[in-house]
Nanobody, 121 residues
Framework: QVQLVESGGGSVQAGGSMRLSCAASGTTFPRMGWLRQAPGKEREGVAVIYDGYRTYYPDAVKGRFTISLDSAKNTLYLQMNNLKPEDTAMYYC?????????????????WGQGTQVTVSS
């Protein structure tokens, strides 16, 4: 049974850092990612990793967020630096057995429960 269990959310002041973790069980995945959804907004991808090393980021977080995978632990991480109030959202990890088309930010079959990140100014 596939499970993605997230941890590491919370509150931080603007300019601070936070690391999210996502422990995956049941299998390994060629594509994993982090997404977020703020109230009243659509869910958006903030990082994706293919085959454990090819990483992609949208402009909104590039240079501030880093996605990584510890293959030995099958645990996905999102290191977030220089956080801004607009980064406030529910963050989800996600995974899929398919590579998708191009850089696939949002189409995943497996999802974590979400963890809240709040950045205050």
């Amino acid at each position: 049974q596939v499970q993605l269990v997230e941890s590491g959310g919370g509150s931080v002041q603007a300019g601070g850092s936070m690391r999210l973790s996502c422990a995956a069980s049941g299998t390994t995945f060629p594509r994993m990612g982090w997404l977020r959804q703020a109230p009243g907004k659509e869910r958006e991808g903030v990082a994706v990793i293919y085959d454990g090393y090819r990483t992609y980021y949208p402009d909104a977080v590039k240079g501030r967020f880093t996605i990584s995978l510890d293959s030995a632990k099958n645990t996905l991480y999102l290191q977030m630096n220089n956080l801004k109030p607009e980064d406030t959202a529910m963050y989800y990890c996600a995974a899929d057995q398919d590579y998708g088309t191009g850089v696939d930010w949002t189409n995943y079959n497996y999802w974590g429960q979400g963890t809240q990140v709040t950045v205050s100014s």
